[in-house]
Nanobody, 115 residues
Framework: VQVEESGGGLVQPGGSLRLSCAAT????????MSWYRQVPGKERELAAA????????DYLDAVKGRFAISRHRDRPTIYLTMNNLVRDDTAVYYC?????????WGQGAQVTVSS
């Protein structure tokens, strides 16, 4: 199983970015995917999660109303649309796939919010 993020980068405060995450190497239809973020010296925290059906989502309070998680209808790919970014959103964003009670992580995508 492989999990790969893309779409990070440098953005000014108030700007937007969209992260993508694609999982490959498995065929199960029941799985969950989520986005975490981590800054140096702090624990990794859940930023957004989406259920296997795509119906249920969950967000970190600090990103509610600004971030939106979505998933591709036909393949294990999720997206994180981040709007009105602030400096505190600067972090490495990790994608996590949970399948058969095992977690698989991507390598992370750096998001830097700075003027």
């Amino acid at each position: 199983v492989q999990v790969e993020e893309s779409g990070g980068g440098l953005v000014q405060p108030g700007g937007s970015l969209r992260l993508s995450c694609a999982a490959t190497g498995f065929t199960f239809s029941n799985y969950a995917m989520s986005w975490y973020r981590q800054v140096p010296g702090k624990e990794r925290e859940l930023a957004a999660a989406i259920s296997s059906t795509g119906i249920t989502t969950d967000y970190l309070d600090a990103v509610k109303g600004r971030f939106a998680i979505s998933r591709h209808r036909d393949r294990p790919t999720i997206y994180l649309t981040m709007n009105n970014l602030v400096r505190d959103d600067t972090a490495v964003y990790y994608c996590k796939l949970r399948v058969l009670q095992r977690d698989f992580w991507g390598q992370g995508a750096q998001v830097t919010v700075s003027s």
